[in-house]
Structure formats: structure tokens, C-alpha cells
């Protein structure tokens, strides 16, 4: 689900960051409070801030699930350095689990409207077509921005109840190797469920990229 925010007079960040977001006297909360970080999955540009999440039964979801207009949130941040890279020279590959999209889908926005120069490539995994959030305009916005390429991938495509003729499996070494012409020093972004982030990182230094050129966001609690 999506949930969108007034924005703050003044807020101000760059696609690809965070906030703490807190909700003021939430009709309950659990063990694990009334605040968590989430990605703004809108763009700079755009009047609101959007949120987008999986979601599951916890006291925080329960109260954003049955809030209506006027809930009341703080935020603080923004924070994280998921952030493009100022080199233009160099491109983007982007790898994204599940809703580990967030960061990326923000970025894609923000790449398009401003029609920067940075090669892009969106590795997106998740197990169905009906899964994976955002897919129709991430498609979309390869229209929008000659320099942007999304190679979405399956890893249950045998249970979906729609066609699906991408790629499926896992992001792996081979995929890369299919879809990455021989980039000129690429820098390395990934998102995702903890799992699939520790597999983006051995994945990645196992093909002799340096921490250097590697940002991620690990999103606990899938
Ligand atoms: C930088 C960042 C950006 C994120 N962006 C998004 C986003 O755009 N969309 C999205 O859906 N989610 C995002 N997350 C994850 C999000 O904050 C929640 O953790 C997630 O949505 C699960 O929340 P929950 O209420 O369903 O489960 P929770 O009730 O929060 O808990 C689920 C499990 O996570 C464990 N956990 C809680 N906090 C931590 C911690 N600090 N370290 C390790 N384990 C912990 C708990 O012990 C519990 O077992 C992001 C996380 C980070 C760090």
C-alpha cells in the first residue's frame, strides 16, 4: 500500500532517502513502537510525500491501514546515503527486492523528470507480476527516459495467474552478464528484505566490485 503526507513547509531531500516516521498518539503500538523508517518513494519534485509498503499485522501497519485523512505523522530526516551519484559518466545499476524498489522508484522519477544524463539499469525481483509494485510505471518510464532500462525478474512466475515472458530466477552473476553491456565503472545501488541484500553484496564482491562503489538499504523486519 501507498500512503501519502502533506509535506513540511521546508522539507527538503534528495530521491532515494529516508525518514523516521512517528505517529502522534496512535490508537496503539506494540513492542516495537510507534516509529519506523521508511523510504520516500516519491521524488523531489512531487507536491507530496509518498510512502509504500508490504503490508503485515503489526500494530504500526494495523493504525496507518485504518487511518483516514488527517493522521497525524512526524518525520525525521531525511537520512541515508541511497543517493544518485553526481558522476554522470558513470551508470547506475540499480538492484531491488520486493519493496526494496522504494528507494529506486524515487530515483527513476527523479532521473526522468530532469532528464539527467546517467545511464540506469533496474535489476527488480520478486516472486509474481501481481507482487511487484510500481511495475507498470517503472515500464513506462523507459518511454520517459531513453537512458533508463528495467529488466524485471520472477522467481515464482509458475504461480502467477498472468502471462510473464521477463526474466525469472533470482538476480544472479549470469543476469547481469546478459543485460550489462561492459559498463565503464558502474556504481552498484541495492535494496531489499536482509537476505536478499547479503546476496546483492557477495554477489557483487564476488565480481570484484569495492565497497566503494557499492550503497544499499537493508529493510529489517521482512
Ligand atoms: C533505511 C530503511 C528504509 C526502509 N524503507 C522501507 C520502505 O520504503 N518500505 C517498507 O515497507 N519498509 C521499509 N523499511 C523497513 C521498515 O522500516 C519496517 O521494518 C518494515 O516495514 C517492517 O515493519 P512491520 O511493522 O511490518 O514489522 P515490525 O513490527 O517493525 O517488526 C518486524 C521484525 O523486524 C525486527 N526489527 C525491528 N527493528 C529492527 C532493527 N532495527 N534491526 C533488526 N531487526 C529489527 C523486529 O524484531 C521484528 O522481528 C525500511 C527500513 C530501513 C532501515
Do not use: C
Request: charged share 25%; glycine share 6%.
Amino acid at each position: 500500500m501507498a500512503f501519502h503526507f502533506e509535506r513540511p513547509a521546508g522539507f527538503a531531500f534528495d530521491a532515494g532517502q529516508n525518514v523516521q516516521l512517528t505517529l502522534v498518539d496512535p490508537p496503539e503500538t506494540d513492542s516495537q513502537g510507534a516509529s519506523r523508517p521508511f523510504t520516500l518513494a516519491s521524488a523531489p519534485h512531487e507536491p507530496d510525500l509518498m510512502i509504500a509498503t508490504r503490508m503485515r499485522d503489526s500494530a504500526f501497519k494495523r493504525v496507518l491501514k485504518s487511518a483516514g485523512l488527517g493522521l497525524k505523522a512526524t518525520i525525521d530526516g531525511p537520512n541515508g546515503v541511497m543517493v544518485l551519484h553526481e558522476d554522470t559518466a558513470r551508470p547506475a545499476v540499480f538492484l531491488a527486492g520486493g519493496i526494496g524498489i522504494t528507494p529506486f522508484l524515487s530515483m527513476a522519477r527523479h532521473a526522468a523528470k530532469h532528464r539527467l544524463a546517467h545511464r540506469i539499469h533496474l535489476f527488480y525481483s520478486n516472486r509474481r507480476p501481481e507482487d511487484a509494485a510500481f511495475l507498470d510505471e517503472l515500464r513506462a518510464l523507459e518511454k520517459a527516459n531513453p537512458n533508463y532500462r528495467l529488466i524485471a525478474t520472477m522467481a515464482e512466475a509458475e504461480k502467477s495467474s498472468r502471462p510473464w515472458s521477463g526474466e525469472t530466477g533470482f538476480i544472479d552473476r549470469q543476469m547481469l552478464e546478459r543485460h550489462l553491456p561492459d559498463l565503464p565503472s558502474p556504481v552498484y545501488y541495492f535494496a531489499g528484505p536482509p537476505a536478499m541484500a547479503m546476496a546483492m553484496q557477495s554477489m557483487l564482491a564476488d565480481f570484484g566490485v569495492s565497497e566503494n562503489d557499492m550503497r544499499s538499504e537493508e529493510f529489517y523486519g521482512y
